[in-house]
């Protein structure tokens, strides 16, 4: 029963993916929605990338090693999560320079929605971890952190979803894949930590915060920021980058 509880909060967490997909479906997935979706998923993943996942990576790096080395494993990591999303692009299809033509633009909401999907499926399986391990000592803390999560999970299910969905019907099932991948992968990594528990270290973790890191750091540099600089809709993909900041913001107050 002590290990149940905290894996169901780990489930829960990941409905919040199904949530957001669920507003897009409300919203029929407009062109305008789409545009401020994507201002709202660079607005939260920057806000990760400042906030949580750099400093956490450099605590326990720096714990393991030292400050000076701390911060070159993590420079190192950074570099490797980059060029891992790098490598995929070369093998993803359908993923052009922006033309201005309307399918040019369904293949980049495309290629944004598959590399999200890798990105946000590691960064999922940590914070399973960090769920399991914070309910395991604490039911009140663990429920705190996973409103935390989930209220951020909202916007990634968002932009997951509009991506997708504006592709063709034979992309439907790569969708439904991911998001299912996405939504169970806080759910596995709180599996992973009640089975590996003993082996589990702040360098393993680490490492793991680093390369999602710089995973999350292409996503937002060379897809996201990219897809609102050619945008039409400037100013709803602006105020969707404020409401972004605004959800990650709020989230920290229930961790």
Request: proline fraction near 2%; include cysteine; charged fraction near 10%.
């Amino acid at each position: 029963m002590e290990s149940i509880l905290p894996l169901f909060l780990t489930f829960i967490s990941g409905l919040f993916i199904v949530l957001g997909s669920l507003i897009v479906f409300i919203t029929k997935n407009n062109d305008r929605f789409v545009h401020f979706a994507i201002g709202m998923a660079f607005g939260v993943m920057a806000s990760l990338i400042c906030f949580e996942l750099f400093p956490e990576a450099s605590e326990m790096l720096y714990d393991y090693f030292g400050n000076f080395k701390g911060y070159v494993v993590l420079g190192i990591c950074i570099l490797v999560g980059i060029l891992v999303l790098k490598i995929l692009d070369l093998f993803i299809p359908d993923h052009e320079q922006h033309d201005h033509s309307k399918q040019s633009e369904l293949d980049n909401l495309y290629h944004i929605g598959i590399v999200s999907s890798i990105a946000l499926v590691l960064h999922n399986l940590i914070e399973g971890m960090a769920i399991y391990g914070t309910s395991s000592t604490s039911l009140e803390m663990g429920l705190l952190v996973t409103l935390g999560v989930g209220f951020h999970n909202i916007p990634m299910g968002i932009v997951i979803t509009s991506t997708f969905n504006r592709s063709t019907s034979k992309k439907k099932g790569k969708f439904i894949f991911a998001l299912l991948c996405i939504s169970l992968s806080t759910f596995l990594g709180g599996c992973m930590m009640m089975l590996l528990s003993s082996f589990i270290n702040s360098l393993f973790l680490g490492i793991l915060l680093g390369l999602t890191l710089g995973m999350l750091l292409y996503i937002v540099l060379f897809e996201l920021l990219e897809e609102i600089i050619h945008t039409h809709n400037k100013q709803l993909a602006f105020f969707g980058i404020l409401l972004g900041i605004c959800i990650f913001s709020l989230s920290l107050f229930f961790e």
